[in-house]
């Protein structure tokens, strides 16, 4: 079975079974989700080789087959007006049985289906919640990671309550029980836990309401989204994580979590100092704070920032 012949099959059916515009993400996720319904050794499983990544499971292979359609005007490019690149085909698609098992077909229609293409984020976060190979994935990227935008939102807009922080501290004490147990992330898995206390340490300046409370919301967003592209560049490596297919790739992707790591640690080490003197100003100052407190607590944000 020809492998790109197969994907460009797939990926015409997939237009056969909706009118609805795609993003190449829509494209990579449903081809996953069929993948995980085939079972083992099935053919146009072989042909669909991922490996998880910084927002999900992604195919070199399909993201290959794709430009070579889009070049071949088997698919119409276009840019949405909020700059989103959207992908359909042109008129006249036909279901493609060529090469391609009646059952598959079947499989990849009632996947296409049950997407809601407007409200991707849920069907890409089921497939974190069955389908990630480790339980660290899905409770760090999505309940941890995506509640922290939306509780520094509230802070910055004063809205910001005790139990909304206590939940998410909750659920990063629950992700570092969850870290991957493999001798490739012995240092990252250190790192974590001067990250997470660091976290604890802001929480709590934001649950006391301390002056210094928005100034460690400005500085959590960033350590945090940096300790999961780290992990993501990382756990590709491991067996579970992706496809032989990409075997070769092994070392190249060593050297990459190398330096995300080396990254990483930089700015977790630089938030941990940041927050250690927020918390000293908090304790030292018990009036609000005067022009020279606050130019102190803008540098070292800026500091932070930089």
């Not at 997407?115 to 309940?143: C, G, Q, T």
Request: aromatic share 12%; net charge negative.
């Amino acid at each position: 079975m020809n492998r790109e012949e197969t994907i460009r099959g797939l990926i015409k059916n997939i237009f056969f079974y909706t009118n609805v515009k795609l993003t190449k993400t829509a494209i990579h996720k449903i081809l996953f989700k069929l993948r995980t319904e085939l079972p083992e050794g099935h053919q146009v499983r072989n042909c669909l080789p991922f490996y998880w990544y910084n927002y999900g499971p992604f195919s070199e292979v399909v993201g290959s087959v794709l430009d070579g359609m889009r070049v071949d005007d088997n698919i119409v490019e276009e840019e949405d007006r909020n700059g989103n690149t959207l992908l359909s085909s042109p008129t006249g698609n036909s279901l493609n049985n060529s090469g391609i098992y009646g059952e598959v077909n079947e499989k990849l229609r009632t996947i296409v289906e049950s997407v809601n293409v407007y409200r991707l984020d849920s069907f890409v976060d089921r497939i974190y919640r069955e389908n990630a190979p480790y339980e660290f994935m899905p409770l760090y990227k999505l309940d941890f990671l995506k509640n922290l935008d939306d509780v520094v939102f509230h802070i910055d807009n004063e809205s910001s309550n005790s139990q909304q922080i206590n939940r998410l501290e909750n659920v990063l004490f629950d992700c570092e029980a969850s870290l991957v147990e493999e001798p490739l992330f012995k240092n990252y898995n250190q790192k974590f836990s001067t990250f997470t206390t660091t976290m604890e340490r802001s929480f709590n300046l934001i649950r006391n309401g301390d002056d210094a409370s928005k100034t460690a919301a400005m500085g959590i967003q960033m350590p945090a989204e940096e300790v999961w592209y780290t992990f993501a560049h990382g756990v590709r490596i491991l067996e579970p994580a992706h496809d032989p297919y990409y075997n070769d790739k092994i070392p190249l992707w060593n050297t990459d979590f190398l330096n995300y790591y080396s990254r990483m640690v930089v700015l977790v080490d630089n938030f941990s100092k940041t927050v250690s003197d927020n918390n000293l100003l908090a304790h030292s100052t018990q009036n609000p704070p005067d022009s020279k407190t606050k130019t102190i607590l803008s540098s070292i944000v800026n500091g932070y920032l930089s």
